[in-house]
């Protein structure tokens, strides 16, 4: 009973490098979301994938690409990481419709 | 423009005593409105939700209350217990409008004293 599986749960990166979030459900989920987490801002929408091969921006969707790899897969790819992408990243996954949102444990990201 | 406010950052309740969170918004389109529950280290799970033609939801100890006039909503826990401490979210989406998206509030980090 994994639900979302979000990795690495920690990462540490160096200013211009690059790296990719994983996001993994076992629902057979339709709808896959990308949100991130700063102190005092709450969770804001990067990017979404509505359905399989379908993305599209969210309110934050600067310095990111996504693909919605198959059902199950929706990766986050930072290409050039900085310092202001410091943060807490969630994956959720829901079915059309339907709001009550599964969410991983999230990635913690720091860029030094 | 923030669209789902959660003003109060942090709230202490007593164990046993009711705990309210407040939300407010201000997109006229938001017609379904939901709250998480983050504990550390863990991701947002759902708790309640409630759907703009009802004014009242509940779900055991959790119930929320929708003011459509005043584009305000809250969540009431009675009687509150020490695993209730947890940072809640206010969420809201424009379902009508064929937006699956949810918008977050900054959360209320709610603390229940033994």
């Known amino acids: 009973n994994a639900g979302v599986t979000q990795t690495p749960k920690f990462q540490v990166l160096k200013t211009g490098q690059s790296m990719t979030l994983q996001c993994a459900q076992d629902?057979?989920?339709?709808?896959m979301y990308w949100y991130r987490q700063d102190p005092g801002m709450g969770l804001r929408l990067i990017y979404y994938?509505?359905?399989?091969?379908?993305?599209d921006k969210g309110e934050v969707p600067n310095g990111y690409n996504v693909s919605r790899l198959n059902k199950r897969e929706f990766s986050l790819r930072l290409e050039s990481a900085a310092p202001s992408q410091t943060s807490v990243y969630f994956c959720?996954?829901?079915?059309?419709?339907?709001?009550?949102?599964?969410f991983g444990s999230g990635t913690r990201l720091t860029v030094v | 423009d923030q669209q789902v406010k959660q003003n109060s950052p942090s709230l202490s309740v007593q164990e046993g005593r009711i705990s309210i969170l407040n939300c407010d918004y201000t997109n006229s389109m938001f017609d379904y409105f939901l709250w998480y529950k983050k504990y550390p280290a863990e991701g947002p799970t759902f708790l309640i939700s409630i759907s703009s033609i009802k004014d009242k939801n509940e779900d055991g100890r959790f119930t929320v209350f929708l003011n459509k006039s005043a584009k305000h909503l809250s969540l009431h826990i009675v009687p509150s217990q020490p695993g209730d401490s947890a940072v809640y979210f206010c969420a809201a989406s424009a379902r009508g409008a064929g937006s699956y998206q949810l918008t977050f509030g900054k959360g209320t980090k709610l603390s229940v004293i033994p």
């Open positions: 629902m057979n989920h339709n709808s």
């Open positions: 994938s509505a359905s399989e091969g379908t993305t």
């Open positions: 959720a996954s829901s079915d059309p419709g339907f709001f009550s949102y599964t």
